[in-house]
């Protein structure tokens, strides 16, 4: 951390208006990089880590890389004529446990990782179960999304994630979103030596501001129940759904 991230982090942990150690946070590393290999966005996800366990909530990293992901929306594609082995449901466990989800991507050609885009994908794929109050199964949890890169795209990537996020039923702070961009073209990357990326005040305020909202927000649907399930319980409603369809949206 910065001298400044450090001496503002340290002032704010101390008097935090809640506590917040029942709160799990789950960060999907959507890095092209297999553990161990290193991976600059888990960089700027170490620093967001550090002042989530300051108040005491739990974290943990995953790399949906390490695992084999099939393509397609099905809960278990190994249970389908397509594919032999799926990892998901192993991930997609972490996933329901979590208050608080931060997808994490590097930026390749203006664009989310295509890890990051196949991780969307399956958690689409569980859109149509839904919670204990009829709700979509992803209402009450928080989401906001840590972005690096050396080329254009940290905000073209964070609209598209956080639209995502919401569209499945994720309630998203203000500030949702945070990264880091080096010189544009083939520049040092956020933990490159001299990059200047760990250092950055900019970066490491918006980090900040993401963790504490995040904090927030979750602390908040926790406490209230959730969001009412007054006028949002999709079972009230037909929708045009067909014999064989999970969804109306479900049709790709």
């Not at 305020?205 to 649907?221: E, G, I, K, P, Y």
């Amino acid at each position: 951390m910065s001298d400044q991230l450090n001496e503002i982090t340290a002032k704010q942990c101390k008097n935090a208006p809640a506590a917040y150690n029942d709160l799990k946070v789950l960060f999907l590393n959507c890095t092209l990089n297999r553990t161990p290999i290193l991976s600059h966005t888990e960089g700027l996800i170490k620093k967001a880590q550090a002042i989530f366990e300051s108040v005491g909530a739990s974290t943990k990293i995953m790399r949906p890389v390490d695992y084999t992901i099939p393509a397609g929306l099905g809960l278990d594609m190994s249970k389908t004529d397509e594919w032999d082995k799926d990892d998901w449901p192993l991930i997609q466990k972490e996933v329901d446990a979590c208050d608080i989800l931060i997808l994490c991507t590097s930026v390749w050609l203006g664009e989310k990782s295509s890890v990051c885009n196949r991780t969307l994908e399956r958690m689409y794929g569980y859109t149509h179960q839904f919670n204990s109050k009829g709700q979509y199964r992803d209402y009450d949890k928080v989401g906001a999304t840590l972005i690096t890169g050396n080329e254009d795209g940290v905000k073209h990537c964070a609209m598209n994630i956080l639209f995502s996020l919401s569209h499945i039923g994720y309630t998203v702070p203000p500030q949702a979103d945070a990264g880091w961009m080096g010189e544009a073209g083939p520049g040092p990357s956020y933990m490159d030596e001299g990059s200047g990326g760990p250092e950055n005040d900019f970066t490491n305020r918006n980090t900040s501001f993401l963790v504490w909202n995040c904090l927030h927000l979750a602390r908040m649907l926790k406490d209230n129940g959730g969001i009412p399930a007054f006028g949002n319980q999709p079972n009230e409603w037909q929708a045009g759904c067909q014999a064989g369809m999970d969804s109306p949206e479900h049709k790709g």
